[in-house]
């Protein structure tokens, strides 16, 4: 378990401080996959880079099962980064070694025999699907393999957490994609805690089971990713679950409006209103919506308008027997 | 041009370079060789120490060392080359037994080249990006360990491509040297050109040198260029 307790953190440079961190308190359980988003500049880095102390709180506390890293000796907090390791948005490869040198890193640094050490690095390379760029250097592969050896150097030290800061944001949906599927197949096949800096609400629907809002260094919210994308309470939380405003869509002029709200639905939007159309001839028109798929389900909410009072019945009548779909008027 | 080649001055010129050009070719390659290694052992270690032991550094130095360091550095550079050999000649005799001569002139020139080594060292870890250290130290690497396994190796192209300019600017001072009886081209440059109007040899040896430089650095370039795993192709 990783328990960040109070922590705080200012930088103070000649011309100005930041307050990157206020009070943040977290707790990340064994076997979790823990999101952290928020806006670029919200402290997610600084927040992350505490959790191994290459930031030192100001004020706070890191327990990671039940140690304080803060007060570890520089040999015993090394040991702990070895259990706690990092990937990053760069990749950072040591572009003079080759891949299955760069997977070796860590091994080598804990002082692992080198038949040992090469042994271990080949069967991770396996793992991360690349057995065949072990003597490759890392200019000589894509963004999306050069993640997969940062991965496989990652684990050489069988790590018990896994931090990715933005270890996606510099990939194509589709590698990035491809790379959270891997995250999410070693937290479930080595039960490693992993904890996930992002800016992408994408990226937290799409392996994430808990989440913290970061905003302006400080928490605005936190809990399970289905009760944040079905109720999200903070401002903050409510951008990123409606990036393009809630408000603006309430403001269209109809009378005849209907919130439908997504709970798990496995029906997405789309299809609602065709049914609508098709099986009760009630046209809906769609004022907004920001429905997202976390997993196959459907959460959010989208705004309808009808053209008179019968329709609208009509349609709070059919949407309410669908499982998992919640109508209000507005 | 025929009657050139035939001319008294150009066999005269010839018969030097034949019976002189030798030793003086092995003598600037022996003592710039020899120069150069040991003001790498000093500029290197110096150089890495300057690298990491900034403000910010992974081994930060007491600031009255670093600007100790820092303006000793400054200092030794700022010398003019034929200055500093007279200024050090008493650590020469010291250190040579005699402040005059080819071995001699290995004195001031490591004492030239070295912070100037250490200055281009200082760079070429520079040059390390600092997101591969925060890597390593994330991986729980030492800070020893970063330099010897991360700031090292990774700055090896851009150490060995410094390393040729120095070895050709110290190249370049050996005919300094001659000025003081160190041996080589510069001397015989000196000795035929300046104080005998020979300057047919003069200017051979010059093309020599010349030579000798572009020698040096193409085998660096391409040194630099090979040993570059960045550079590999896809
Ligand atoms: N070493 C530092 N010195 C001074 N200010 C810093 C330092 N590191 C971070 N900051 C400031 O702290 C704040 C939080 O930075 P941080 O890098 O944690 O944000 P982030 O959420 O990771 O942003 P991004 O999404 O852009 O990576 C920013 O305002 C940043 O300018
Ligand atoms: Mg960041």
Same mark, same amino acid.
């Given at each position: 378990?990783?328990?960040?307790?109070?922590?705080?953190?200012?930088?103070?440079?000649?011309?100005?401080?930041?307050?990157?961190?206020?009070?943040?308190?977290?707790?990340?359980?064994?076997?979790?996959?823990?999101?952290?988003?928020?806006?670029?500049?919200?402290?997610?880095?600084?927040?992350?880079?505490?959790?191994?102390?290459?930031?030192?709180?100001?004020?706070?506390?890191?327990?990671?099962?039940?140690?304080?890293?803060?007060?570890?000796?520089?040999?015993?907090?090394?040991?702990?980064?070895?259990?706690?390791?990092?990937?990053?948005?760069?990749?950072?490869?040591?572009?003079?070694?080759?891949?299955?040198?760069?997977?070796?890193?860590?091994?080598?640094?804990?002082?692992?025999?080198?038949?040992?050490?090469?042994?271990?690095?080949?069967?991770?390379?396996?793992?991360?699907?690349?057995?065949?760029?072990?003597?490759?250097?890392?200019?000589?592969?894509?963004?999306?393999?050069?993640?997969?050896?940062?991965?496989?150097?990652?684990?050489?030290?069988?790590?018990?957490?896994?931090?990715?800061?933005?270890?996606?944001?510099?990939?194509?949906?589709?590698?990035?994609?491809?790379? *959270? %599927?891997?995250?999410? @197949?070693?937290?479930?096949? +080595?039960? !490693?805690?992993?904890?996930?800096?992002?800016?992408?609400? =994408? /990226?937290?629907?799409?392996?994430?089971?808990?989440?913290?809002?970061?905003?302006?260094?400080?928490?605005?919210?936190?809990?399970?990713?289905?009760?944040?994308?079905?109720?999200?309470?903070?401002?903050?939380?409510?951008?990123?679950?409606?990036?393009?405003?809630?408000?603006?869509?309430?403001?269209?002029?109809?009378?005849?409006?209907?919130?439908?709200?997504?709970?798990?639905?496995?029906?997405?939007?789309?299809?609602?209103?065709?049914?609508?159309?098709?099986?009760?001839?009630?046209?809906?028109?769609?004022?907004?919506?920001?429905?997202?798929?976390?997993?196959?389900?459907?959460?959010?909410?989208?705004? *309808? %308008?009808?053209?008179? @009072?019968?329709?609208?019945? +009509?349609? !709070?009548?059919?949407?309410?027997?669908?499982?998992?779909? =919640? /109508?209000?008027?507005? | 041009?025929?009657?050139?080649?035939?001319?008294?001055?150009?066999?005269?010129?010839?018969?030097i370079v034949?019976?002189e050009v030798?030793?003086a070719i092995?003598?600037t390659?022996?003592?710039?060789?020899?120069?150069?290694?040991?003001?790498?052992?000093?500029?290197?270690?110096?150089?890495?120490?300057?690298?990491?032991?900034?403000?910010?550094?992974?081994?930060?130095?007491?600031?009255?060392?670093?600007?100790?360091?820092?303006?000793?550095?400054?200092?030794?550079?700022?010398?003019?080359?034929?200055?500093?050999?007279?200024?050090?000649?008493?650590?020469?005799?010291?250190?040579?037994?005699?402040?005059?001569?080819?071995?001699?002139?290995?004195?001031?020139?490591?004492?030239?080249?070295?912070?100037?080594?250490?200055?281009?060292?200082?760079?070429?870890?520079?040059?390390?990006?600092?997101?591969?250290?925060?890597?390593?130290?994330?991986?729980?690497?030492?800070?020893?360990?970063?330099?010897?396994?991360?700031?090292?190796?990774?700055?090896?192209?851009?150490?060995?491509?410094?390393?040729?300019?120095?070895?050709?600017?110290?190249?370049?001072?050996?005919a300094?040297?001659?000025?003081?009886?160190?041996?080589g081209l510069g001397k015989l440059a000196i000795n035929y050109g300046?104080?005998?109007?020979?300057?047919?040899v003069m200017i051979i040896t010059v093309i020599l040198l010349?030579?000798?430089?572009?020698?040096?650095?193409?085998?660096?370039?391409?040194?630099?260029?090979?040993?570059?795993?960045?550079?590999?192709?896809?």
């Amino acid at each position: 378990m990783i328990e960040l307790k109070n922590i705080s953190k200012t930088f103070r440079t000649s011309d100005s401080t930041v307050e990157a961190l206020k009070n943040v308190s977290i707790t990340v359980n064994d076997g979790d996959i823990f999101g952290i988003i928020g806006m670029s500049g919200a402290g997610k880095s600084t927040l992350v880079r505490c959790i191994n102390m290459l930031e030192r709180p100001d004020e706070g506390a890191v327990l990671i099962d039940g140690v304080d890293v803060g007060s570890l000796k520089s040999k015993d907090l090394r040991n702990t980064r070895r259990e706690v390791t990092m990937i990053f948005q760069g990749f950072n490869l040591l572009m003079q070694r080759s891949c299955l040198n760069n997977v070796m890193f860590p091994l080598e640094l804990a002082g692992v025999k080198k038949a040992d050490a090469k042994k271990r690095a080949l069967e991770l390379l396996e793992t991360v699907g690349l057995p065949d760029k072990a003597n490759a250097y890392p200019a000589q592969l894509s963004g999306g393999q050069q993640q997969r050896v940062a991965i496989a150097r990652a684990l050489a030290t069988d790590p018990k957490v896994l931090l990715c800061d933005e270890a996606t944001s510099a990939l194509d949906p589709k590698t990035s994609h491809a790379i *959270l %599927s891997l995250i999410r @197949e070693i937290n479930e096949k +080595l039960g !490693i805690t992993v904890i996930i800096i992002t800016h992408q609400m =994408s /990226v937290i629907e799409e392996v994430c089971n808990n989440v913290a809002i970061l905003d302006h260094g400080e928490v605005a919210e936190q809990g399970r990713v289905v009760d944040i994308f079905t109720h999200p309470k903070s401002q903050a939380a409510k951008r990123l679950v409606f990036p393009e405003g809630e408000q603006e869509i309430l403001v269209e002029n109809s009378a005849y409006r209907l919130r439908v709200i997504f709970g798990g639905a496995k029906a997405a939007g789309t299809p609602l209103i065709a049914r609508l159309a098709k099986e009760k001839g009630i046209e809906a028109n769609i004022l907004g919506a920001s429905t997202k798929a976390v997993g196959d389900k459907a959460y959010g909410n989208m705004l *309808l %308008s009808f053209a008179d @009072e019968n329709s609208k019945d +009509l349609a !709070i009548a059919f949407l309410k027997s669908i499982e998992d779909i =919640s /109508v209000e008027e507005v | 041009m025929a009657d050139f080649f035939t001319s008294k001055d150009w066999l005269e010129a010839v018969d030097i370079v034949k019976t002189e050009v030798p030793l003086a070719i092995w003598e600037t390659l022996y003592v710039t060789l020899i120069s150069t290694l040991i003001a790498l052992m000093i500029g290197l270690p110096l150089g890495v120490l300057l690298a990491v032991g900034d403000k910010d550094g992974i081994i930060p130095l007491p600031a009255p060392l670093r600007h100790f360091l820092n303006i000793l550095i400054n200092l030794l550079r700022s010398v003019p080359f034929l200055i500093l050999i007279v200024v050090v000649a008493p650590l020469t005799r010291l250190i040579i037994g005699k402040a005059f001569g080819t071995a001699a002139s290995i004195v001031p020139l490591v004492i030239a080249a070295f912070p100037f080594i250490a200055r281009l060292v200082e760079s070429s870890v520079h040059e390390v990006n600092p997101n591969i250290i925060e890597m390593a130290q994330s991986t729980g690497a030492s800070p020893f360990q970063i330099i010897t396994k991360v700031l090292i190796p990774e700055s090896v192209p851009s150490l060995i491509s410094n390393i040729t300019i120095a070895l050709t600017t110290i190249l370049g001072y050996t005919a300094m040297s001659g000025a003081i009886g160190g041996g080589g081209l510069g001397k015989l440059a000196i000795n035929y050109g300046y104080y005998r109007y020979k300057y047919l040899v003069m200017i051979i040896t010059v093309i020599l040198l010349i030579l000798l430089v572009q020698l040096f650095q193409s085998i660096g370039t391409k040194l630099s260029v090979v040993s570059d795993k960045r550079l590999k192709k896809k």
